[in-house]
């Protein structure tokens, strides 16, 4: 309780812990939704167990487009009651759960005629408005001529675009917000348990009484007794509704999104664009110094584990995007690539992907099981509530109401008053004011464990390399406190090189291993290993992605 660290040493007491416990709730899968679920069961006063069979956000939570929105797009459907519910959750997230982490964007809305384009947009952008209720972190939608469109996006082709209208929404790092979700709940006292993997579930006549969890380090079992399990496991969830015998109320079909990133000067644009495309839209974010772009919809039928982009899905995105850009990027720019699956919850077979439903379900198929699925990241507080409400029906203790709407996430106490001591603190830890700015976007006011390290060690004030922002502090962190267990899991998830750097960062595979091997007590063959294994997996991302030039 209280100490929020996930390492090694906290990993083998949970694991024990496993054995030894009978939890309220086990969960299973640490993306968004498992996170979310842990948190709130834990904070109702529950014991809760959460166990991850790769890494926090290792399957679609680490590769969405990073956006906390109402989703502008399903004002078209009428989905009225999502997009408020999931504007709602974007005030709370931006200015009191995680302010460190979510931040405002402003995107422009381009309109190619003058008159009813602009009418129409602008009423949806009205009514966008005023479905987020009283509660305002963001400032309104304003309407913009061509000229002063030419002013903040001179990338935007004059010839096709009039104008345009200019809103917000708000962005996160994805992967980095669910292990920081992970290690509130860990704080409050839940068990948590990455690379390890529910194997079945263990049934009491047809109630769910517990799982087996396999260790994947060690290879033992574990026999985990717990009054519900709750899966939430995305786009496995049908092959472990298969596996554990169990009929669900659903399906999940997956959908295949690709974004790519650009270097800053790709685009001369100060704001992020938002254009319709005929199946979905497409967003040109602005990420760092960077352009993060995507995003396509196919239906995927492969194996979810490691879904990757290939040519066409680039092609695409970049057609797209020169729909409305000038100069026209091209796949010689392209730094970096990432797909994701959307867990799409469906009720009839053969529906077209985009047409399927982005809300939610919570099923409990049979009594000690529940299961959620679906939905969007933005509003995974609200998911993660009902899927705990559903699993109180199997708790014989009285359980409390849900407190996550005022519960800041580790790093949010304090985040506003350190934005504004800045420059003091980094005059008095010796660093550049845009490093102090970086770290405590990343980390809020638990910027004071990586000060500490760089304290004792200067030389871990550097970065791992000259056009990348991550320090040498930030990668010794992620395995002493971040639960990063592998070179994948700093790369891909704790940093975000893979899509960042060119050539995946292959060349920092060895710098990074070699700073982590003696907090996870790594002889030669187990470095050895970690970096084969990212080596395999940029192959293959390459190999699928074949003659993009840079990556
Ligand atoms: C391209 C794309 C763009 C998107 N953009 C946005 C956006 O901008 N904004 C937004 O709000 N939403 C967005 N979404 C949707 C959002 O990302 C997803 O709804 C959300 O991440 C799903 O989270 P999850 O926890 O359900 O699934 P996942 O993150 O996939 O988590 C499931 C976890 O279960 C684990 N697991 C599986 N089997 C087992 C087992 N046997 N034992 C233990 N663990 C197991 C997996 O390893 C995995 O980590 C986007 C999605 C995609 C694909």
Not at 30 to 59: C, H, K, Q, W, Y
Not at 134 to 162: C, M, N, Y
Not at 348 to 368: A, C, Q, W
Not at 448 to 471: G, H
Request: charge should be positive.
């Amino acid at each position: 309780m209280f100490d929020s660290s996930l390492n090694p040493q906290q990993r083998a007491e949970d694991l024990s812990r496993l054995a030894k416990e009978h939890f309220d709730v086990l969960v299973i899968g640490g993306g968004i939704n498992g996170v979310g679920v842990a948190l709130d069961a834990v904070t109702r006063g529950l014991t809760v167990a959460l166990v991850e069979g790769n890494d926090f956000a290792s399957g679609t939570s680490s590769r969405s487009s990073k956006l906390i929105h109402g989703g502008l797009r399903y004002l078209e459907q009428y989905d009225f009651k999502l997009v408020r519910e999931a504007l709602h959750e974007r005030e709370l997230l931006v200015s009191s759960l995680a302010p460190h982490l979510v931040k405002p964007v402003a995107f422009l809305y381009p309109l190619h005629e003058k008159v009813k384009e602009r009418t129409y947009v602008g009423a949806g952008l009205a009514l966008y408005d005023a479905l987020r209720g009283f509660k305002r972190a963001l400032p309104g939608h304003k309407h913009l001529s061509q000229k002063t469109i030419s002013e903040i996006a001179p990338s935007l082709r004059t010839d096709v675009v009039t104008g345009a209208i200019r809103y917000f929404d708000a962005q996160v790092d994805d992967a980095r917000h669910t292990m920081m979700i992970a290690r509130t709940a860990k704080r409050h006292g839940a068990a948590i348990i990455t690379h390890a993997k529910v194997d079945s579930l263990i049934k009491k006549g047809k109630r769910v009484t517990g799982a087996v969890v396999a260790d994947l380090d060690s290879k033992k079992k574990i026999n985990v007794k717990a009054s519900t399990v709750i899966m939430c496991a995305g786009v496995w969830s049908d092959q472990l509704h298969k596996s554990f015998g169990i009929e669900p109320g659903y399906e999940v079909k997956m959908s295949k999104g690709v974004h790519i990133t650009l270097p800053g000067n790709a685009i001369k644009a100060d704001e992020g664009i938002i254009i319709k495309t005929a199946v979905s839209v497409l967003f040109i974010i602005p990420w760092k110094d960077q352009w993060m772009i995507g995003t396509t919809d196919t239906e995927y039928l492969g194996d979810p584990n490691e879904p990757l982009a290939d040519r066409s899905d680039v092609q695409y995105i970049i057609e797209q995007a020169n729909r409305v850009l000038s100069p026209r990027i091209s796949t010689e720019q392209v730094i970096g690539v990432f797909a994701g699956l959307r867990p799409l919850v469906a009720n009839k077979k053969d529906v077209d992907t985009t047409k399927l439903s982005r809300e939610h379900t919570v099923d409990r198929p049979v009594p000690g099981f529940v299961s959620l699925a679906g939905g969007k990241y933005t509003t995974y507080r609200v998911m993660a509530k009902d899927a705990v409400d559903m699993a109180t029906n199997d708790i014989t203790k009285l359980t409390n109401e849900s407190v996550t709407s005022k519960l800041p996430i580790i790093g949010a106490d304090g985040y506003w008053a350190l934005t504004q001591q800045v420059d003091a603190l980094a005059a008095r830890y010796n660093l550049k004011s845009e490093t102090l700015v970086h770290l405590l976007n990343r980390y809020g006011s638990d910027i004071s464990d990586l000060l500490e390290l760089i304290s004792e060690d200067r030389k871990l004030a550097t970065p791992v390399s000259r056009d990348l922002p991550y320090l040498k502090a930030e990668i010794v962190y992620s395995v002493m406190s971040e639960g990063a267990q592998t070179v994948a899991d700093v790369m891909e998830r704790r940093t975000r090189i893979w899509f960042e750097a060119p050539n995946f960062g292959l060349d920092l595979a060895q710098s990074i291993a070699d700073l982590i091997a003696p907090h996870l007590k790594w002889k030669a063959p187990q470095k050895k290993a970690s970096i084969a294994e990212y080596v395999k997996l940029v192959e293959c991302a390459k190999e699928s992605a074949a003659n993009l030039t840079k990556i």
